[in-house]
């Protein structure tokens, strides 16, 4: 009996220590970013821009692609002012061949890729009976395919180089599906699945893969999300829950948390204490997570308004949206690129 007790305490110990020198090792071998190039997909804005700004202070160098070549110019500008070095390509990541075009011409400016940011997204606010297929099919081939269209564009110099980063930044929507947002998350899922899965097929190449979990974050985003049904509840509800501390954190904090992370090749980093706790939540009571869900669903605006047309957020403005409790998202829309001519 006091063998088998010794045997079991040595066990411990030596699993205790693996875990702990597995640990520290991240943090000793911290990835140098300075002259790295950084490619950030939907860098124009929002969290992309900020990510954008943080990297380019540690000494990156990037290359940003977005859909609006405005709001691409605008962003350039930013880093421009900031001393960030930075070049951008129009391009839409659900097309595989626009994914390719832009490959080339970074590698023509760059000469390679050294960490991969899919950051790029859509966000559609509505009940399920206003959601039609074509809003499955964009929420998929934005945050799905995608990233799978530059992950694999980018693999082959990665693997020969036998060096790079990937970051996938998926949300708290890819841990937890949440009512008014199925084709959301359910694409998020969907991310969440492949980064997992990625970052255990590259680990035998040195490549490490990074899994994003964002809360509700302070991006300034909610003017350029689409909204279905009831319109203006729906971006008052989406608005107010993105506005508020503590339910909200801000979006510097979370691309600073981001690009640490990035660095140190962690495999999942959750931002903000309520989307910890949800996901701790979930995983030990699911069934009573999709309950509680189902209540606040009964809560939430119903089907109606304008059907399964959709509205920009800033187009969907109401007296309570523009109030001063949304005072925090105007402001983060301000500065980081939300609002512009369109």
Not at 155 to 161: A, G, K, T, W
Request: hydrophobic share 40%; proline share 5%; with cysteine.
């Amino acid at each position: 009996m006091q063998r088998n007790r010794q045997n079991w305490t040595g066990l411990a110990l030596g699993v205790g220590a693996f875990l702990g020198a597995r640990a520290l090792v991240p943090w000793s071998r911290a990835y140098d970013l300075r002259d790295k190039v950084v490619l950030i997909t939907g860098g124009s804005r929002g969290l992309g821009l900020l990510l954008a700004r943080e990297f380019g202070r540690h000494g990156a160098r990037l290359a940003l692609c977005a859909r609006s070549p405005e709001e691409l110019e605008r962003a350039l500008e930013d880093l421009e002012l900031r001393g960030v070095r930075a070049a951008g390509v129009v391009c839409d990541i659900t097309d595989s061949h626009q994914v390719d075009r832009m490959m080339d011409a970074f590698r023509v400016h760059f000469g390679h890729i050294d960490v991969l940011v899919n950051n790029a997204g859509v966000i559609e606010v509505g009940p399920m009976e206003e959601m039609t297929l074509d809003d499955y099919q964009e929420a998929m081939n934005t945050h799905y395919w995608g990233p799978v269209y530059t992950t694999l564009a980018l693999l082959p110099e990665m693997r020969r180089r036998r060096q790079g980063r990937i970051v996938n930044i998926t949300s708290i929507g890819g841990k937890v599906s949440v009512p008014h947002l199925l084709p959301y998350c359910a694409s998020k899922f969907a991310l969440v699945g492949f980064s997992e899965g990625l970052r255990a097929e590259l680990a035998k190449d040195g490549i490490p893969v990074t899994t994003v979990v964002p809360g509700l974050m302070r991006t300034g985003s909610p003017r350029n999300a689409t909204f279905k049904g009831q319109h203006r509840a729906e971006y008052a509800w989406f608005k107010l829950g993105d506005s508020l501390p503590p339910a909200s954190m801000s979006a510097q904090r979370a691309a600073r948390q981001i690009v640490c992370a990035c660095r140190h090749g962690d495999a999942e980093v959750v931002l903000s204490l309520p989307a910890q706790a949800a996901v701790l939540f979930h995983g030990v009571f699911p069934g009573l997570t999709a309950d509680l869900l189902g209540l606040v669903n009964r809560t939430l605006p119903g089907p109606g308004g304008i059907g399964t047309q959709k509205a920009r957020g800033a187009e969907s403005t109401s007296a309570f949206s523009e109030s001063w409790v949304m005072g925090l998202t105007d402001r983060a829309a301000r500065e980081n690129n939300e609002v512009g001519v369109r």
